[in-house]
């Protein structure tokens, strides 16, 4: 159980493109999922906090329009990087906490590695 | 201070010796603990968690906290060169609204 995935595991998109990441859990309902990034070799970066039916929270210096986060059902939350740059490029990881009755523990999606060229 | 400190490593043992990875935290009002391990590329996964002082024992991996020395660490025995990894220490506070902080990571080795 509490089985997360992350759709699609790999993308290379053009400079201005924009590029959506799914993040599912496929086997519990996840009130809250986290969005991460991390660059090669650093450690990984809250990026946002993303709540069932509502906003997202962003973490300081995480551009909000840029970072587009959509948490529309209890299984689903999105992240869209609009506008990609190259340095956008990193690996994208998603955690959702839960199931219920063990609402502490989070549980990382395979991540997806996002290169901009 | 930062919140969640870990010794980067790399921490280098040899095949079938015990592996030791230490966390401390500077928030007093921490109540859960977590080791992730992290392989190069993939994403990080569960280990173990520890919510009391003392020990928890699982398979080779045995957790450790002691929350008035606020430090959690993580043994690996019998370690295998399939142990090699970058090792998370990951805290939070009870309740749902917090959000865990994690640490830098720990980079194990185990050579044959």
């Known amino acids: 159980g509490a089985v997360v995935s992350q759709h699609p595991s790999r993308v290379i998109c053009k400079s201005g493109t924009s590029v959506k990441i799914e993040c599912r859990s496929l086997?519990?309902?996840?009130?809250?999922m986290f969005w991460y990034r991390q660059f090669p070799k650093q450690s990984l970066m809250l990026m946002a906090t993303?709540?069932?039916?509502?906003?997202?929270?962003?973490e300081q210096g995480v551009e909000k329009d840029k970072f587009l986060i959509n948490h529309a059902s209890l299984t689903l939350s999105t992240l869209t990087v609009t506008s990609a740059h190259p340095e956008d490029s990193s690996f994208y990881i998603c955690?959702?906490?839960?199931?219920?009755?063990?609402?502490?523990?989070?549980?990382f999606g395979p991540g997806t590695r996002l290169l901009v060229l | 201070q930062k919140e969640v400190e870990q010794n980067s490593g790399p921490l280098s043992v040899p095949e079938g010796a015990i592996a030791s990875l230490n966390c401390t935290y500077s928030?007093?009002?921490?109540?859960?603990f977590f080791w992730y391990r992290q392989y190069s590329g993939k994403s990080p996964e569960l280990i173990m968690s520890?919510?009391?002082?003392g020990d928890k024992e699982d398979g080779r991996f045995t957790a450790q906290l002691n929350k008035a020395s606020q430090y959690v660490s993580l043994l690996i025995r019998d370690s295998q060169p399939s142990d090699s990894a970058t090792y998370l220490c990951?805290?939070?506070?009870?309740?749902?609204?917090?959000?865990?902080?994690f640490g830098r990571g720990t980079s194990l080795i185990v050579h044959p």
């Open positions: 928030d007093r009002g921490s109540q859960s």
């Open positions: 993303s709540n069932e039916g509502s906003k997202a929270t962003y």
């Open positions: 955690s959702a906490v839960g199931p219920a009755g063990n609402q502490e523990t989070q549980y």
């Open positions: 086997d519990f309902q996840a009130t809250t």
């Open positions: 990951a805290v939070k506070k009870s309740g749902g609204s917090y959000i865990p902080t």
């Open positions: 520890i919510y009391s002082n």
